[in-house]
């Protein structure tokens, strides 16, 4: 459908002027990154195309209007001897700049909308995630795989000891001692990961406990509020293995700065081999006691500042 | 103030008052009150500005160097309330006080009554809303959207509400007060479609005014009959909705981003022929696309919404409907260049900062253009890419043609002229710093770092210690300004002649400079070919 023509004006329009930008696909974000990130999903280019050929096509009119402008500033000073003419009006150029900027944007429309159509498609997902915003963590339940109910797998993800040490006030600590590898994760990193496989279409329902968050890992190419009370749905099929962060991208109060994502992606094999010790684990509770469990029942305990004033009225 | 009554009085009506307290509290003079409103919003363009410059110095580097993130998160929310409601809106009513009636042969503001009140609310507004900081429980800190069920978790929402309250009603008196001017107290022979543009933006923006600032009015009372009489609006647990909060919210919150903007374009629109000498090309074809902008402002809202899961169809229906305002706000843009090709320009401050207006609000449209792609913008979305974004329109469109407007408009208040060379100095070091300070936001936006965070990655940290120069450089550049206005003000030796600016037309420059306590108590005999748009046909 549409979206075979988006891929095909794309490759034509991303080797404009922006060729020199962002080529490489990153996990996580970069010092000095410029633009953005390809995204690591089937649907992820296409929000990075448009940022392409959007930017592109503002370049090339800002050069023209600006470029007029400063031939006009140049040549029309009266310090040069330049005398005002009279007119005011030129019913040729005017109808002129207002059909061109139509047809850009007609054009621009298109491609969008045939973006727009291709993401909300969550028909023929192979796998269902539902996500779960609390102040200020992530609960991840696994609903469904290869068109099989999941029991009890499910836990909360929140931000790693390493950076909510170093993040408090006064702390000494120094962010950019925090890494993983010789990534830096400062902020980007959580105790526990979502781990997905890779090639599977993911339906990720969206839903909060408390107040409104927003689940977003750049390399979807999307975000997607998270509000109680309504459950969103939107879909990612990551094409390569690997580790990909985001963070929470709805104000949710004091540590809204500190709910990062994880997502891992990891090989079918190796998911299956992952879900299955989960699924263990969850079948026998006597076994340590599940911590997944634990942590979310105490999860809606929340409050902006502290627990107070109107827990009655928030659930 | 040096522009009290100036000319031979033969009725003591014509005089300012003596006491300081009957003339500047009890005033009815659209002068005066314009001068309050402008002095008004200087000084919250400073507080306001100092949350900036706490909030830019938090994000200086990474990690917390200087408050608690509940604090940053206050400031965050301050900084935008006291920029909008106490910096941007007041700054344009001070203006449009003063220049309508001047710019229509009008003795004074239709109700001058209601004037004073309109502005003496909002100190005592702005009073309640900062106090707020000095409360147990802290100001308002869930962002100055007011989004619930966040916002229902301060303890001060009472008093915000409250506090935007007052103001809203500030504005719709404001509004009401705008509108009966300029329809009623024209002076003959000054025809709507010659009015200067300043005066139909300013117009149409009323208009706007009246249609939503009671919108915020029913949804902020909302939130506070949720929090604390019961009611369920935006709560799930019993039956309600937080989206509608947002929808009702933005349904105010789009046409407001023209409230902004609107009289910014109205004021360039006059700026620009002045210095270019020329008329404005197109006179008509910028009044209407003022007109439909503002049409279209009602159509546009939920394009702050495209990350909350709308509809497919509603999600294609804001994103066209928003790239149309593409049409028009290009017009204009266009318009400015042709009323500059073939003119004879002069580079004065006001004309320096409408030109920075010009390119620099540009680029604000521009990042605009591309937040209007839904799919690109699930990935801007509440980034700082959308920060970057909004400051552009905001700080280098409404603020620059704000600057621009009192430096045109300065000799005409004071009857003096202001120092050309400190003015200048004002200019360059405003548009280098200004961009400093935002144009990397639009990098650490697409690399994906947040807004409203205290604290983030170390990828973020190069482009954000750049901002944070920009900005603290930004904000010292302010105090020129004002050390500008005091000397012109008080201390300047130089007369300002009553055209002031060589190529100056239209009723305002017809007055003595300074203007007289009272103008246009006859109305004035109007020349079209004194006007700046009296003879133009098209």
Known sequence: MTSGGIRRSFTAAATLALASFGSVVHAAPGPWQLNMERGASTWSQVPYHLNNISLAVCTVIGILVFGAMFIAMFRFRKSRGAVAEKWSHNTMVEVIWTTIPVIILVVLAYLATGGLTSWADTTGSQMTVKVTGYQWKWRYDYVEYQGKPIDKVGFMSKLDTQSDQTRQLGSGMDPFAVKVGDESTYLLNVDKPLVVPVDTKIRFVITSGDVIHSWWVPATGWKLDAIPGIINAAWANFQTPGTYRGQCAELCGQDHGFMPIVVVVKSKADFATWLAGQQAQSAAPAAAPAPAAASSTAAPQTSQVAPAADAAKQG | ?538
Not at chain 2, 395 to 413: C, D, E, N, R, S
């Open chain 2, 1 to 538: 103030m040096s522009y009290a009554a100036t000319h031979d009085q033969h009725d003591d009506h014509h005089g300012a008052p003596k006491g300081f307290f009957q003339r500047w509290c009890m005033s009815t003079n659209h002068k005066d009150i314009g001068t309050l409103y402008l002095v008004f919003a200087l000084t919250m363009f400073f507080i306001g500005g100092s949350f900036a410059m706490l909030i830019r110095a938090e994000l200086f580097k990474p990690g917390l160097q200087l408050m608690q993130p509940y604090f940053f998160n206050q400031l965050t929310t301050m900084h935008a309330l006291v920029m909008i409601f106490g910096a941007i809106m007041p700054a344009f009513v001070g203006l449009g006080n003063w220049m309508i009636p001047l710019m229509v042969g009008a003795p004074d503001m239709a109700l001058p009554r209601m004037n004073n009140l309109s502005f003496w609310i909002l100190p005592f507004a702005f009073t309640l809303l900062l106090s707020t900081l000095f409360m147990a429980g802290g100001g308002p800190a869930g962002g100055w959207t007011m989004y619930p069920p966040l916002s229902l978790q301060s303890d001060s929402l009472a008093y915000v509400v409250f506090a935007v309250h007052l103001m809203g009603i500030s504005s719709i008196m404001g509004a009401i007060n705008i509108i009966a001017t300029i329809l009623n107290m024209r002076a003959p022979g000054m025809e709507l479609l010659k009015m200067p543009v300043f005066v139909w933006s300013w117009l149409i923006t009323a208009f706007l005014l009246i249609a939503v600032m009671p919108v915020l009015a029913g949804a902020v009372t909302m939130l506070l009959t949720d929090k604390y009489f019961g009611t369920n609006f935006f709560n799930p647990g019993g039956g309600g909705d937080p989206v509608l909060y947002q929808h009702i919210f933005w349904f105010f919150g789009h046409p407001e981003v023209y409230i902004m903007i609107l009289p910014a374009f109205g004021i360039i629109s006059e700026i620009v022929p002045t210095f270019a000498r020329k008329p404005i090309f197109g006179y008509k074809a910028m009044v209407f696309a003022i007109a439909s902008i503002a049409f279209l402002s009602f159509i546009v809202w939920a394009h702050h919404m495209f990350a909350v899961g709308l509809p497919l169809g509603a999600e294609i229906f804001f994103m066209y409907a928003t790239m149309l305002i593409a049409v028009p706000t290009g017009v204009k843009v266009f318009n400015w260049v042709a009323t500059m090709w073939g003119s004879s320009m002069t580079f004065e401050t006001p004309m320096l900062f409408a030109v920075g207006f010009i390119i620099l609000f540009t680029i604000g449209g521009f990042s605009g253009l591309m937040l209007a792609l839904v799919p690109a913008d699930f990935q801007y979305h509440d980034t700082y890419f959308v920060v970057a974004h909004f400051h552009y329109v905001l700080v280098t469109g409404a603020l620059f043609a704000i600057i621009a407007a009192t430096y045109y408009w300065l000799p005409k208040w004071t009857g003096n002229m202001y120092s050309e060379f400190w003015a200048k100095m004002h200019f360059w070091n405003s548009v280098i710093w200004v961009n400093v300070l935002f144009f990397p936001q639009h990098f650490l936006g697409l690399a994906g770092m947040p807004r409203r965070i205290p604290d983030y990655n170390v990828a973020f940290a190069n482009f954000n210690m750049i901002s944070s120069i920009g900005g603290f450089l930004f904000g010292a550049t302010q105090l020129i300004f004002i050390g500008v206005l005091i000397h012109c003000a008080f201390f300047s030796k130089k007369k300002a002649t009553d055209r002031v600016w060589e190529g100056a037309k239209g009723l305002e420059w017809t007055v003595p400079s300074p203007a007289p306590h009272h103008t246009f108590d006859v109305p004035p005999v109007i020349h079209d070919d004194e006007l700046a748009h009296g003879h133009v046909n098209d």
